[in-house]
Each structure stands twice: as C-alpha cells, then as structure tokens.
C-alpha cells in the first residue's frame, strides 16, 4: 500500500525514536516491532526495513517475525474496521458468506485495507456472541445474524455517517430548498382546540 503524504517522514521519527529506547539489541526485536506498531497503528515495509538497518539484521528476519505473530498488522487500519467471525458457530452458519460479500463490496481481501484508507476487514476467531451467528464487528459494535443484504446495510450505513459528518461540518442545521420541515402530526388540530 502506497504511504499517504507525510507518512515517510512520521514512520522514521517514529521508528528512530523507538531505536533510541531499546537501542540495536537484537533480543529486544518483538517489544521494538510491538512498540513501532503502537504509535504507527501498523508495521508498513519502510518501518521493517529501518528497524532491520538499525539493529543490523536482515529485513528478511524482520518480516519472518511480523509475519509470524498474527498480533502485527502488515496494512494500515481503515477508518472503520471489520472483522468477521469465522468462530465455529458464524462458520456454520454463513460466516464465508458474509466474509465474501464485504470481500465483493469492498474489492479487497481478508487482511487488507481499502486504497483511500476507509475500511480494513479481517477474520477473527470466536467474539463470544455465538447466538448471533453469524457475527461481524464493525468499529467494536457486533452486529448479529449478517447476510449479504445486512452487509450492504451495514456499508452503506457507515457511509451515510461520513456524509452526516461533512454535512454537520457545513450548514447541517439549516434545511435544504428541497426540504421542508415537518410538523409533528396532530399537533395543528391540538393548537386551534386551544386557542377555541
């Protein structure tokens, strides 16, 4: 995944900062890569690569371990994060299902993130929520019994709440031409009975 503008500058302050810290001790490799990962929120290739030339390792080493320990991300998180459950019980009862239909929707894969950063899905184990089967976390909020209509629900869902936010950003308050505010029903008939 390409680095968005900035990025390269922030991954080496970042990186240079935790080098600093545990200094070029090969032992200390994973706390270096789970530091790295908590201030970037991901290890992108560049960080591996400076934390390979700092403790004078091959990066090839680097990546055996990131690639190793399912607790490192490869990929950046999306601005909303997916993760489907492929527990026994969401398995059995559509968990592929759902996993292929964000897949098709999104036009990534398990794993990934989309180009423009707004979404990242993954495969997780069991939630603990196997009445709901099957389940998928969405922003740490698990929605129940997903279909592929509930997927298209959901994503569409998420991106009516960027366009809400833009909106409240600007005049969000004021009603559009197109649209007229709406009384509450009833409530003319109840103020002419008063004012009788």
Same mark, same amino acid.
């Given at each position: 995944?390409?680095?968005?503008?900035?990025?390269?500058?922030?991954?080496?302050?970042?990186?240079?900062? *935790?080098?600093?810290?545990?200094?070029?001790?090969?032992?200390?490799?994973?706390?270096?890569?789970?530091?790295?990962?908590?201030?970037?929120?991901?290890?992108?290739?560049?960080?591996?690569?400076?934390?390979?030339?700092?403790?004078?390792?091959?990066?090839?080493?680097?990546?055996?371990?990131?690639?190793?320990?399912?607790?490192?991300?490869?990929?950046?998180?999306?601005?909303?994060?997916?993760?489907?459950?492929?527990? &026994?019980?969401?398995?059995? *009862?559509?968990?592929?299902?759902?996993?292929?239909?964000?897949?098709?929707?999104?036009?990534?894969?398990?794993?990934?993130?989309?180009?423009?950063?707004?979404?990242?899905?993954?495969?997780?184990?069991?939630?603990?929520?196997? &009445?709901?089967?099957? *389940?998928?976390?969405?922003?740490?909020? *698990?929605?129940?019994?997903?279909?592929?209509?509930?997927?298209?629900?959901?994503?569409?869902?998420?991106?009516?709440?960027?366009?809400?936010?833009?909106?409240?950003?600007?005049?969000?308050?004021?009603?559009?031409?197109?649209?007229?505010?709406?009384?509450?029903?009833?409530?003319?008939?109840?103020?002419?009975?008063?004012?009788?």
């Amino acid at each position: 995944m390409e680095l968005l503008e900035g990025e390269r500058e922030e991954i080496i302050k970042q990186v240079g900062e *935790v080098m600093e810290k545990y200094q070029s001790d090969r032992e200390k490799l994973l706390p270096v890569l789970q530091e790295v990962q908590g201030r970037l929120g991901y290890l992108p290739l560049l960080a591996m690569e400076k934390v390979a030339e700092a403790m004078d390792i091959p990066t090839v080493d680097v990546y055996g371990m990131t690639t190793f320990y399912n607790q490192f991300r490869l990929n950046p998180p999306g601005e909303h994060e997916i993760k489907v459950c492929m527990g &026994t019980a969401c398995y059995m *009862v559509g968990g592929q299902i759902a996993m292929d239909s964000f897949e098709r929707r999104l036009e990534i894969n398990e794993g990934e993130t989309t180009a423009d950063r707004k979404y990242s899905l993954e495969r997780v184990a069991c939630v603990g929520c196997c &009445t709901l089967a099957p *389940v998928v976390v969405v922003n740490e909020m *698990v929605e129940g019994h997903v279909t592929p209509t509930r997927v298209d629900g959901l994503l569409l869902s998420l991106d009516g709440e960027q366009k809400e936010g833009a909106a409240e950003a600007g005049t969000a308050d004021e009603p559009s031409s197109d649209e007229q505010p709406v009384e509450a029903e009833g409530k003319h008939d109840r103020e002419g009975e008063q004012s009788k």
